[in-house]
């Protein structure tokens, strides 16, 4: 099982086989946490790393911003096939802070990335959760994108920087709003969603190998809410489309198949930050 469905409420949010998560609609406790991220909570760093690595565990750092303001809606892990290691891998926290009123269907995150094997330093982002599809959007180049390496004062830098990123969400609401304000022609939406699909396939290792889906069923809505023709619903069926997997396919063969959810938080993260760009540039280009 890759989603933990001990505690309840919760919302379910796919990544793949590779990946533990959970995210719930209230903030979420430390024992939920441990539970789909055992990394957040690592004793100490990895082997691997020398004596000039500080070692400050993410959940001290998560405890300082939640006396902050920011509390966590989100955890996910990456798992790794070393044995002994999966303690210390990658993870993501995505959090709320107190001080944003919410009147908008989409919540703004602040995300939080480290890991404690060497594989990430911290990293915070811009991201945008939309409740009524439960998509956890990465903001592309609307924001700063902050990292923090593993010594001096951690924690207050982290703090800082969450701040920082916090500033920023006037720009990503301009930008989502902008986006919402433009309608796309049918030939425009088939576009948009034939360079997400060069985005999502196109870097697998076979040459000219096709891509399981077309850009028509990208651009599918799974919800009511989903139909229309603006380049912000647009964007939320091809980001959900190709991030979420579960669509029909056909492999290379001619064999039906269900496309997969991306599975690694570094994928999920790139892939993402990618078609906001991508739809962001459309925006600049249609304003």
């Known amino acids: 099982m890759n989603t933990v469905q001990t505690f309840r409420p919760q919302l379910a949010a796919r990544f793949g086989q590779n990946t533990f998560v959970i995210r719930s609609e209230t903030p979420l406790a430390e024992e939920q946490m441990r539970q789909a991220a055992p990394s957040i909570f690592a004793e100490g760093k990895h082997g691997s790393r020398s004596e000039r690595y500080t070692y400050i565990p993410t959940i001290e750092v998560l405890r300082g911003l939640r006396q902050e303001g920011f509390e966590p809606f989100m955890v996910c892990q990456s798992k790794s096939r070393i044995e002994g290691k999966t303690e210390f891998t990658k993870h993501m926290i995505r959090m709320r802070h107190a001080g944003q009123v919410n009147t908008r269907p989409e919540a703004n995150e602040i995300i939080l990335i480290n890991s404690h094997d060497g594989a990430s330093s911290y990293q915070m982002l811009a991201g945008v959760f939309r409740f009524v599809c439960c998509n956890g959007l990465v903001v592309g180049d609307v924001t700063n994108d902050i990292r923090i390496p593993h010594k001096g004062r951690i924690q207050d830098e982290v703090i800082e920087g969450a701040f920082r ?55 599918e809505a799974r919800r009511p809410e989903d139909f229309g023709p603006s380049l912000w619903t647009t964007f939320q069926r091809v980001q959900e489309n190709a991030l979420k997997g579960g669509q029909p396919g056909r492999g290379a063969k001619g064999r039906r198949l269900q496309t997969r959810p991306v599975g690694s938080i570094d994928r999920s993260v790139s892939l993402n930050r990618a078609l906001w760009v991508l739809a962001e540039e459309m925006r600049k280009l249609k304003a």
Do not use: H, N
């Open 165 to 219: 990123v916090l500033d920023d969400f006037d720009a990503v609401d301009a930008s989502a709003d902008g986006m919402k304000a433009l309608s796309l022609k049918p030939e425009e939406q088939r576009a948009f969603a034939t360079a997400a699909l060069a985005l999502r396939y196109g870097d697998r290792e076979e040459e000219a190998l096709p891509a399981p889906v077309t850009a028509e069923q990208l651009i």
